[in-house]
């Protein structure tokens, strides 16, 4: 069946609708481009055609191009894939090229059918890149409608001519926002982004497309860089305004990029060059650096785990055999902030909720965390008061366990104390259908132990959400010992409902997230008593990419959580414990009430707003910095090694079992180097026996937690790679 329809109207109008059969929105093909390029054909040859609408069959435009093509291509391009993107690309450009000028007379630019663009809804990427090369864009105003350029998201940039395009419309410095940084805007502000020409109610779009098609002139039909004397807006480079935007875009791109990200400066050169030159020489140009990045290591593993493996996961990749398990009635025990949240995101996708707690006050408490923040989304002009009512009539606050009647999925979200979970456990199974699944949200207790206290322990499991439960978007799925199949489906099905990204590891210690997110943690911590300077040890964690440092992470958590996780950790592991250094510095930062953010002291000094001013002078006092510092790389080394090689052991163990979710959930769940495509893609672009290599001269100067794996070894011997050896999904051996 064919993505896009084409139909000429009474009018002389050829209209062309995609629709791509089968799913809810339209992504683009290499067989749905050459249908395109056929169609424009068509009607340019057509003399009864007076102009062309670009449209789309369903409520939204576009999501953008099927990632998987680029794979695809590459795979069969044998030896040179760098020369089939290229052309894969440049052919693209043909396409739209042909569009743009929609058969025009070269000379004296005369003659091209009008061709406007009719958007119902969200467009993205390749989407976008069409209307750009249309003559004039119309969008509906719809809710939910956005549209942008977010390919810089996943380790790309807009190759389709949307770099050349847009930033020759607006100019370098108001075409950031758009290209560099990958925002999406509602129909009014992307008009007054120039990303869109007019804003129109949903049921008026494709009349007045067509009312304009069949009144532009010649004039309306070409493009401003195809006008004799088109000057770059905002300066070409070598003029004095244009030097300084492009100065100014360089540095900005440093600053959010730390220079890890390979599509964010090729984006950037691309704007730069092509600006030098006439406008299909700068396609040429956008489509080298375009080839450039899909042939970057980096970003073929930031397309890998953002996107292919993000959306196999989100579509259930790993999920057993079972009925449909979409849950109707949800159970919240715990009316606290991580409780609150949960009942938030899940009333917002329309499950009604009942949030308990043991004194009404805390129960109403938590119901009103969630019109706090519907409050935020009417101020912003996303949630209006309809919405409002709707989402907080789903959510029932209450003391009375007889509420959960019903339903069919229970999260307990009570404190981290075994006594309190049993309690509430057994409240609740007393009261829910026989059927229903049990959740428990915890970070370090064992499911398996949890789960004795349940009558049915094959329908008991853990749900790990990450806080704030309405920003994070990783969700671990944890399997007890006798977790059952129907379980493990309930809960995926629900995470795709609340359109969180969900991931299945087996019980143990902190799971797999918390697992290396708390040596992360602890070798800054371990560093700062050694002497190391505070400041080298964040700035090294943000040169690499990630978001924050370790210090400012574990004041963002909370010193005292650290300390209670120690304090336990300590009592389980006994004279195997390692980490007494750690200890002794949260435990002196305890004492002295330097708790983290929460208590506005930590590591950092905070106003009294809570706004971080810097890190706190007094760590020097307590722990000298020594006189000789280590080099960034060692530093650096320590600091990815630390969580890299927790994540190999715990695949070897078989915690994690697909290394596809590993890479996911580390992005996702802690912002492990985006550009690294997580801690399997950054082992396989480095190499196994170069990570070999450090691991040993990381343990002849810092100890056997570097030692490495048996597994990473295995690889590096037989030359092997993660991907190579366990990228469709096996566990390991």
């Not at 489509?287 to 579509?315: C, Y």
């Not at 971080?612 to 320590?638: F, I, T, Y």
């Not at 030692?707 to 050896?725: C, H, M, N, Q, V």
Request: hydrophobic share 45%; aromatic share 6%; charged share 25%.
């Amino acid at each position: 069946m064919s993505d896009f329809k084409y139909h000429v109207d009474e009018d002389g109008v050829a209209i062309l609708t995609w629709d791509v059969p089968g799913k809810s929105m339209n992504v683009m093909t290499r067989e749905a481009f050459a249908e395109v390029s056929e169609m424009i054909d068509r009607a340019l040859a057509d003399d009864k055609v007076k102009g062309i609408i670009v449209t789309s069959g369903k409520d939204s435009f576009a999501g953008g191009m099927d990632l998987n093509v680029l794979a695809r291509i590459r795979e069969e391009a044998g030896d040179n894939p760098a020369q089939a993107l290229f052309d894969f690309t440049m052919s693209g450009h043909h396409i739209l090229r042909k569009l743009e000028r929609a058969g025009m007379d070269p000379k004296t630019l005369k003659g091209a059918k009008p061709v406007a663009c009719a958007i119902p809804g969200t467009c993205a990427g390749i989407g976008t890149e069409i209307a750009l090369a249309c003559h004039r864009r119309f969008m509906a105003d719809r809710p939910k409608a956005k549209i942008g350029l977010p390919e810089i998201l996943v380790g790309l940039f807009p190759g389709g001519g949307g770099t050349t395009r847009y930033s020759r419309m607006v100019g370098a410095m108001a075409a950031a926002p758009v290209l560099l940084e990958g925002k999406m805007l509602e129909p009014a502000k992307a008009k007054s982004a120039g990303l869109i020409d007019e804003v129109v109610s949903p049921d008026e779009l494709m009349a007045r497309a067509k009312e304009w098609v069949l009144s532009a002139k010649d004039d309306d039909c070409v493009k401003p860089w195809d006008k004799k004397g088109w000057k770059m807006p905002g300066g070409a480079p070598y003029h004095p305004a244009g030097f300084m935007t492009f100065v100014g875009a360089n540095a900005m791109v440093h600053a959010k990029t730390q220079g890890v990200y390979p599509a964010a400066k090729a984006l950037l050169s691309a704007v730069y060059e092509g600006a030098l030159v006439p406008f299909d020489v700068a396609l040429r140009i956008e489509a080298r650096w375009f080839t450039k990045v899909l042939m970057d290591p980096s970003s073929s593993a930031m397309i890998r785990s953002l996107f292919l493996n993000k959306e196999k996961l989100e579509k259930g990749a790993n999920r057993p055999e079972a009925p449909d398990q979409r849950v109707r009635k949800l159970g919240v025990l715990g009316a606290g902030m991580m409780g609150a949240g949960i009942a938030h995101v899940s009333a917002l996708a329309g499950i009604d909720v009942v949030l308990i707690d043991a004194s009404q006050e805390a129960a109403d408490r938590g119901k009103a965390h969630s019109e706090a923040l519907l409050d935020k989304g009417m101020k912003r002009g996303k949630v209006t008061a309809e919405k409002k009512a709707e989402v907080l009539s789903r959510i029932t606050a209450t003391t009375d366990y007889g509420a959960l009647e019903g339903c069919d999925l229970v999260i307990e979200a009570v404190f981290e104390d075994p006594a309190v979970k049993v309690e509430v456990t057994k409240k609740a199974e007393a009261v829910i259908p026989q059927d229903a699944i049990f959740a428990t949200n915890t970070s370090t207790l064992p499911i398996s132990d949890l789960a004795k206290a349940s009558a049915r322990p094959d329908q008991f499991i853990g749900i790990h959400f990450f806080s704030p439960v309405d920003k994070m978007m990783l969700v671990e799925i944890i399997k007890g010992r006798q977790t059952g199949d129907r379980a493990v489906a309930k809960a995926l099905d629900y995470v795709r409902q609340i359109r969180k990204t969900p991931i299945v590891v087996n019980d143990a210690r902190f799971f797999y997230a918390n697992r290396c997110i708390i040596p992360y943690i602890n070798e800054g911590i371990r560093m700062v008593k050694e002497g190391v300077k505070p400041a080298l040890v964040e700035n090294a964690a943000r040169l690499l990419g990630f978001p924050v440092g370790p210090l400012q992470l574990v004041d963002e958590t909370s010193i005292d959580l650290g300390v209670k996780i120690a304090k336990a950790t300590r009592a389980a592991m006994g004279d195997a414990y390692p980490d007494d250094a750690v200890d002794e510095v949260l435990f002196a930062m305890a004492e002295r009430g330097r708790l983290g953010r929460k208590a506005k002291a930590g590591f950092y000094a905070y106003d009294e707003k809570g706004t971080r001013l810097g890190l706190w002078e007094g760590l020097g006092e307590l722990w000298p910095v020594a006189a000789n510092q280590p080099d960034l790389k060692e530093v650096q080394n320590r600091l990815m090694m630390a969580q890299v090689l927790e994540a190999v052991r715990a695949f070897e163990e078989g915690v994690l079992m697909d290394i596809r979710e590993g890479d996911v959930a580390a992005i996702l769940g802690w912002g492990f180097a985006p550009w690294s495509g997580g801690p399997f893609s950054w082992l396989d672009i480095i190499g196994a026996r170069r990570a070999v290599e450090i691991c040993e001269d990381l343990k002849s100067r810092h100890g056997p937690r570097f030692e490495a794996p048996a597994l990473l070894r295995d690889i590096a011997t037989k030359g092997d790679s993660f991907y190579g050896r366990y990228g469709s999904g096996e566990a390991a051996a």
